[in-house]
């Protein structure tokens, strides 16, 4: 047994033998929470400056601090800080450093606080400033897809129930199905900040302290909306992380949704669109290959958000109040969740603009499938037929169309009007695709006028916030 090296730990004091190097390199997390080595410094100069204005620190001492956290801060940006796994985390390594650097003055910035409300701290400031960036990259996906939207507006292709062609669609209005989508995401994002903009330092271990600290005034150094209300949740709280992981699996789940029907548009049997060169990739063995392998990864990255997001609330559910070291692990499933999400609506937010419609195409598809046939039936309707009886019309005039291979439009009015004697020539109006995409001229219809309406919306709604 050795107790030599009991007290080079920032709470060696009580050990009599110094940690078994395994059981060192097992329970580290500077491997990966180095990472919020900037939010770690700016929460701790705020609670040095709040110590300082409290009377624990004099003000050289809090001075000193201040300039010695800085100077580190630059170390680490300029890859000169050499971090230890001996001293366990990010926190540790930081205050260790500003001892060695500043000396006494550096051992008092830890009165009133512990790594619990500290990490937990550092933990909120840097998923508030990754939520800005995350909505930020949102809007610059959504603005593409206005964008394309206004441009498309007019575009026909065949919207799809069951993956069977329906009714003819917009490609504006597909579009901007898509923002909807990305919309409420946005929102929900938003939503969640409030509850990560919330400040547990003061909690310290999980009692509070016996300073007389002012929690007010570090929560506004820090830009948090308000101190937490209980320390024994401040500490072990990671609600936060679970509800911004399962924003980012919907967000995911939205653009996995996205990258189906791409990955679908690009095959030759749809050939709806072309994504440009840059976007694709080819095949090591089939020379003629071009596949569509953004659209494709990021449909497979959202298995690993959702993983992550279950794998966050297993952490948690076993855990009595109040902090567990269980809790380090809820670093590497967020960090990945941030990178996976980040990087996927950065590459989408890249391509949605250079999408290449085939517009030949999209309305030949629209064409073939019988897609006009409800507005047959809604004709029928119109000249006062009940819509269960149109329905049975049109199903019988389009099986006279299967069997002659022939769209609705196609059949000459003496064909169409042995099904119906109220069918006149106008019929042909509503046969049209653009006659039935102009139709639906209604809010949330897909007639262009409405596509360009809505898009106009969509733009206010960006610019609001
Ligand atoms: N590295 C730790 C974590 O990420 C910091 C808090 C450690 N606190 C403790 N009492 N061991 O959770």
């Not at 590497?332 to 590459?347: I, K, M, N, Y």
């Not at 603009?353 to 809604?378: K, Q, V």
């Not at 005039?397 to 169409?416: K, M, S, W, Y």
């Amino acid at each position: 047994m050795t107790d030599k090296d009991s007290t080079d730990k920032p709470w060696g004091g009580r050990f009599s033998e110094s940690t078994d190097a395994f059981v060192e390199a097992f329970t580290a997390s500077v491997g990966f929470d180095h990472r919020l080595y900037a939010c770690d410094i700016q929460g701790s100069i705020a609670h040095a400056r709040m110590l300082a204005r409290v009377g624990v620190l004099d003000e050289a001492e809090c001075q000193r601090i201040v300039e010695g956290l800085e100077a580190i801060r630059g170390e680490i940006e300029r890859g000169e800080f050499e971090w230890s796994v001996g001293l366990e985390d990010v926190h540790m390594n930081i205050e260790a450093r500003l001892t060695q650097r500043i000396g006494d003055a550096g051992k008092k910035l830890h009165t009133g606080r512990s790594r619990n409300d500290q990490v937990a701290t550092d933990l909120r400031l840097y998923l508030r400033e990754q939520i800005d960036a995350c909505r930020a990259e949102l809007r610059r996906l959504q603005q593409g897809l206005v964008d394309l939207a206004e441009r498309e507006a007019d575009t026909i292709m065949p919207g799809f129930t069951h993956l069977q062609v329906a009714m003819p669609v917009t490609f504006g209005h597909h579009l901007l199905a898509w923002f909807e989508m990305l919309e409420r995401d946005r929102a929900r994002l938003a939503d969640c900040r409030r509850r990560v903009n919330v400040m547990p330092l003061g909690a310290a271990a999980l009692a509070g302290t016996t300073y007389p600290i002012d929690r007010a005034y570090t929560a506004e150094l820090l830009g948090f909306d308000a101190p937490s209300e209980n320390s024994l949740d401040a500490v072990s709280d990671r609600d936060f992380v679970i509800e911004f992981t399962a924003a980012a699996a919907l967000i995911m789940t939205h653009l996995s949704r996205m990258s189906e029907e791409l990955i679908l548009w690009t095959s030759a049997q749809f050939g709806f669109i072309d994504l440009p060169d840059r976007f694709c990739t080819g095949s090591s063995i089939m020379p003629q290959k071009k596949n569509p392998d953004v659209p494709e990864l990021v449909r497979g990255k959202t298995g690993r958000v959702n993983g992550h997001l279950i794998g966050l609330l297993t952490l948690m559910k076993g855990q009595p109040l109040a902090y567990n070291k269980d809790n380090q692990e809820d670093k590497e499933p967020l960090f990945d969740t941030l990178d996976t999400l980040l990087g996927s609506l950065r590459v989408f937010a890249d391509m949605i603009p250079a999408i290449e419609p085939n517009r030949e195409r999209m309305r030949e598809a629209a064409r073939a499938g019988f897609s006009t046939a409800t507005d047959l039936a809604d004709y029928l309707v119109r000249k006062g037929v009940p819509f269960r009886d149109a329905h049975e019309i049109v199903g019988k005039a389009v099986r006279h169309g299967i069997d002659t291979g022939r769209d609705l439009a196609e059949l000459p009015l003496e064909d169409l009007q042995r099904f119906s004697s109220v069918i006149g020539a106008d019929v042909f109006e509503v046969l049209t695709l653009e006659g039935s995409v102009a139709a639906r001229n209604h809010l949330g219809g897909t007639a262009p006028e409405q596509v360009r309406a809505a898009a106009r919306r969509a733009r206010e709604r960006l610019a609001r916030d």
